[in-house]
């Protein structure tokens, strides 16, 4: 078992007003196994915490830790933090021109792995995912993202997800822009991923309609920066019920 964890984590962005601070003392553990989703309202800090676990630069730690296995992942590159097992779906992703899916899969699992796969097992393992994933054989030849719909970008992200096969995988709001059909696949995919190898999940979503096809062990709900509550699947449901004007209500009580 692997072990991905945050504590009393504090991060803060320069604006054009100056020194913002996003996250303001999170704490979490997150074992191989385990799904946990992060809820919360726009802007409550949850795309941040994943993109400062991935290292990205326009985020600045003040204080707290991230370890993963008891190394510290704030020590690391990017690509460090790739190879020791960390993955995020973006929830934007960007176009690459003039890199075709098929070289920028291979390049990727061989830099995580440090050797290139077999070519022939590697050919029949992305297109069996791909197929499982409903994505057209011709798309292997297609430059990364480009001119993808909203759902094929998700859907690849999720084909890097189940071809590299990471120890932890962050998924920011994967759901967003999903007809119901894909959102299916999507989950379908995530699903054999955690099933195939015991992958620990950190879920980013606004909403519970992805929980129904990704069943979370736990439930976060960030507001202002900071874990307000957290549960088990209980708490999503009692999210859609209820929603988190009672969390706003809270923050303005106190604030």
């Known amino acids: 078992m692997s072990t991905l964890e945050i504590k009393d984590l504090h991060v803060s962005i320069v604006t054009d007003q100056g020194v913002k601070a996003i996250l303001k003392g999170v704490t979490l553990t997150i074992n191989t196994g385990e799904t946990h ?20 630069p326009r985020y600045t ?8 296995d008891g190394e510290d992942v704030l020590a690391m590159s990017v690509d460090q933090r790739a190879r020791a097992g960390l993955f995020l779906a973006m929830q934007y992703p960007v176009e690459i021109p003039g890199v075709t899916m098929t070289n920028f899969l291979r390049t990727a699992k061989t830099a995580i792995d440090g050797e290139a796969p077999k070519l022939r097992t590697w050919t029949k393992d992305v297109k069996a995912a791909m197929a499982q994933l409903r994505i057209e054989p011709e798309f292997a030849e297609r430059n990364v993202n480009e001119g993808f719909s909203g759902g094929e970008k998700k859907r690849h992200e999720i084909l890097q997800l189940e071809l590299l096969n990471p120890k932890f995988a962050i998924l920011d709001e994967t759901d967003s822009g999903l007809d119901v059909d894909a959102l299916k696949v999507v989950s379908e995919g995530v699903n054999r991923t955690i099933e195939a190898g015991g992958l620990g999940t950190m879920l980013i979503t606004h909403y519970t309609r992805i929980l129904r096809y990704i069943k979370p062990d736990f439930v976060h709900v960030f507001v202002d920066g900071a874990i307000a509550e957290q549960g088990g699947p209980e708490l999503a449901d009692r ?10 209500v809270e923050e303005t009580a106190t604030a």
């Open 239 to 248: 999210l859609e019920a209820e929603g988190y004007d009672r969390f706003q």
């Open 61 to 68: 730690v003040d204080s707290g830790s991230i370890t993963l």
């Open 37 to 56: 989703a992060i809820m919360g309202p726009n802007g409550s800090g949850k795309s941040t915490l994943a993109a400062t676990i991935a290292g990205h």
